[in-house]
């Protein structure tokens, strides 16, 4: 069973990068998407943006001037830079991988399974 | 970017009994749908996706329907451990992916 965990640090001062990872086990990252979402205190869900295995990405675009994902396949993770943070980047972040339907074939981007999550505060 | 709109925003029901929500989308979204629940402090789970095909583990008691640009999530008799907030979100059209603003189910 696969299973997702984020690491990184908690605390980032304004104006810095917030930079996450996703060790993924139980599985190995080949042949599905790989996204990050995010969701503030109290409030709803929000992409941030995917990865595919091959390293080609999407991203919000609400986001993307300031977004990176990267993924590295021989450790089987895969990692967040968010630049310039303020306080409104402060949330739980979720690393998750996209869906795969075994009916079709088809490797799809709703989210299964979830990382726990990992709350980022920005503060100085 | 496509909107997703979820009511209610909110919702008390006791157990046993029949709860909708809908999500509606701003342009047709062809069944790309997908709903989750999630609980307080934890990561939200999967609980169909295509509309309305169920994940694998997931009681019977939840379904979903819809076209277009309309979609609907029925749990057919709540129980305990379904009260939580549910979310929808669109995979048809990226970037971005986007979700619904969740419905919170409350016990009455």
């Known amino acids: 069973q696969v299973q997702l965990q984020e690491s990184g640090p908690g605390l980032v001062k304004p104006s810095e990068t917030l930079s996450l990872t996703c060790t993924v086990s139980?599985?190995?990252?080949?042949?599905?998407?790989w996204s990050w979402i995010r969701q503030p205190p109290g409030k709803g869900l929000e992409w941030i943006g995917y990865?595919?295995?091959?390293?080609?990405?999407n991203y919000n675009p609400s986001l993307k001037s300031r977004v990176t994902i990267s993924v590295d396949t021989s450790k089987n993770q895969f990692s967040l830079k968010l630049s310039s943070v303020t306080a409104a980047d402060t949330a739980v972040y979720y690393c998750?991988?996209?869906?795969?339907?075994?009916?079709?074939?088809?490797?799809?981007?709703?989210?299964?399974?979830w990382g726990q999550g990992t709350l980022v505060t920005v503060s100085s | 970017d496509i909107q997703m709109t979820q009511s209610p925003s909110s919702l008390s029901a006791s157990v046993g009994d029949r709860v909708t929500i809908t999500c509606r989308a701003s342009?047709?979204?062809?069944?790309?749908l997908a709903w989750y629940q999630q609980k307080p402090g934890k990561a939200p789970k999967l609980l169909l996706y295509?509309?309305?095909r169920l994940e694998s583990g997931v009681p019977s008691r939840f379904s979903g329907s819809g076209s277009g640009t309309d979609y609907t999530l029925t749990i057919s008799s709540l129980q305990p451990e379904d009260f939580a907030t549910y979310y929808c979100?669109?995979?048809?059209?990226?970037?971005?992916?986007?979700f619904g603003g969740g419905t919170k189910v409350e016990i009455k």
């Open positions: 998750a991988r996209g869906g795969y339907d075994f009916w079709s074939g088809y490797y799809g981007n709703w989210f299964d399974p």
């Open positions: 139980g599985g190995s990252i080949s042949s599905y998407y």
């Open positions: 990865i595919y295995y091959s390293g080609s990405t």
């Open positions: 342009q047709g979204i062809s069944n790309s």
């Open positions: 295509a509309a309305s």
């Open positions: 979100q669109q995979y048809y059209s990226t970037p971005p992916l986007t």
